[in-house]
C-alpha cells in the first residue's frame, strides 16, 4: 500500500516522513539503515525526503516501522482526498 | 550524558582542542567515526536529532555531523580506538608538517627568474650582439671611402665623363672640353652630368698671337673629332657635326698663313652661334 500509494501519488514523501519522522526512523530503523541513509545524505550533500526512501524503501518501512504509524500515513492522505468517509474499522 | 573520565576524557579533550585550533577537521572525525561506527554506536536518540538536523538543514556535511552530535557525546559513544585511530592520524600529520612554513619552492621562484635572467641572457648576449651592430659602422667608413677619396677611381669618372658628354655635348663644349687637362674625377663627373658654362675666349684682336696662342688649345680640337666620332650613330648630323668638321679642316692649314684679318672674335660674331648653316662655311676672307 505504502508503495502503492507513493507511484499513484496518493501522498508524498514529505507525507510519509511526516508520520515516520526521525524519532520513528532513529528509534526502529536498524543501524545499516541509518548509516546508508546518512552516507548516501552526505555524499550527496544534503537528507531530502525524497532521499531518504530512496534508501528505506516501502519495503524496508513496512518491515521496520511500525504499521500504525504507516497507516496514519494513509489515512490522513485519503482524507485529503476526500474518500474517508468514515472511520477504519 | 555522563561525565566522562579516564581515557574518554582524555580522548574528548584532545579531539576538542584539536577542532577548536584547527588542527583536525570535522571531516578527519568522520574519517574514522563513520556513518557505520555512528548508526552502531550512537544512542537513537541522538540519531533522532541528526537526522532532524539533516532532514531540517539546507546542507549536510561532516561539521553538520560534528555539531549536532557533539565530540562528548562522540567520545562517549564511539569505540576508543576508533577515537585514538583518529588523534594519531592528527598527531602525525601536524608533525610531519613542522613549526615554520616550508620555504617556497625553487620552481615558483625560478618561475619568474626567467624574467629576472632574461635579462641576463641579453646581457650575456649583448657583447655578441653589440659587435654586428658595430660592425656595419666599422664598414660604413670604408664602405663611403670610395666616395671621399675620388683619385682612386679618377680614371672611371674620366671614362665616364668621355662617355657621358657626347649626350649632351653642345657645340660650345667641344672647343671647352680641351682646356681643363687636370681635373678631378669628381669635378669632371660634376661637369659631365652638368656642364658648367664655358669661359668666354679672349677678345683683343690685338693679342692676336697671344689669342692665338689662346686658341692654340683648340688644336686640341682635333680630339673633339674623335668625340665625334664618338657621337652616338643614332644622331642626326647637324650643324655641330659640320661646324666639327669645318673646324677640323680650318685647323689643318698652316696657321702661320692665317692672318689676323681672319681671326674672329669669338665673343661677339654672330658666326659662333650655333644652329646657323653658314657656320664658318660662309666666312669669306
Known sequence: MMESGLTQQIFGAADVLRHANPEVLAKNLPPELLSKVLASSLAAGSMTPDRVLETVTPELMAKHLPHEVLWECIAAAAERAGVAQGRTP | ?285
Open chain 2, 1 to 285: 550524558m555522563t561525565t566522562l573520565t579516564g581515557m574518554r576524557a582524555f580522548l574528548r579533550d584532545a579531539l576538542a582542542s584539536a577542532l577548536t585550533l584547527g588542527v583536525a577537521t570535522p571531516d578527519d572525525v568522520i574519517a574514522h567515526a563513520t556513518p557505520e561506527v555512528l548508526s552502531l554506536h550512537l544512542p537513537r536518540a541522538v540519531w533522532t536529532q541528526l537526522l532532524a538536523a539533516c532532514l531540517a538543514a539546507p546542507r549536510t556535511d561532516a561539521r553538520l555531523i560534528v555539531d549536532t552530535v557533539t565530540v562528548p557525546v562522540l567520545c562517549e559513544h564511539v569505540p576508543e580506538p576508533i577515537l585514538w585511530a583518529c588523534l594519531a592520524q592528527l598527531g602525525s600529520r601536524a608533525l610531519g608538517r613542522g613549526i615554520l612554513a616550508p620555504p617556497p619552492p625553487k620552481v615558483a621562484a625560478s618561475a619568474p627568474a626567467p624574467t629576472a635572467s632574461a635579462p641576463v641572457a641579453p646581457v650575456a648576449a649583448a657583447p655578441t650582439v653589440s659587435p654586428p651592430v658595430a660592425a656595419p659602422v666599422a664598414v660604413a667608413p670604408t664602405a663611403s671611402a670610395p666616395i671621399v677619396a675620388p683619385t682612386a677611381s679618377a680614371p672611371v669618372p674620366r671614362a665616364e665623363a668621355r662617355t657621358e658628354p657626347p649626350t649632351r655635348e653642345l657645340p660650345a663644349e667641344v672647343t671647352r672640353v680641351a682646356p681643363a687637362p687636370s681635373r678631378p674625377s669628381t669635378a669632371s663627373r660634376a661637369q659631365t652630368a652638368d656642364p658648367a658654362p664655358l669661359e668666354p675666349p679672349p677678345r683683343p684682336a690685338s693679342a692676336a698671337r697671344t689669342t692665338l696662342g689662346a686658341r692654340r688649345p683648340q688644336a686640341a680640337a682635333a680630339v673633339p673629332a674623335k668625340r665625334a666620332e664618338a657621337k652616338p650613330a643614332g644622331r642626326a648630323a647637324t650643324a655641330t657635326d659640320f661646324d666639327l668638321e669645318a673646324d677640323v679642316e680650318g685647323w689643318k692649314k698652316d696657321p702661320e698663313q692665317i692672318d689676323d684679318d681672319q681671326l674672329i672674335d669669338w665673343s661677339q660674331n654672330e658666326e659662333t652661334m650655333t644652329g646657323g648653316e653658314g657656320g664658318f662655311n660662309d666666312r669669306r676672307r
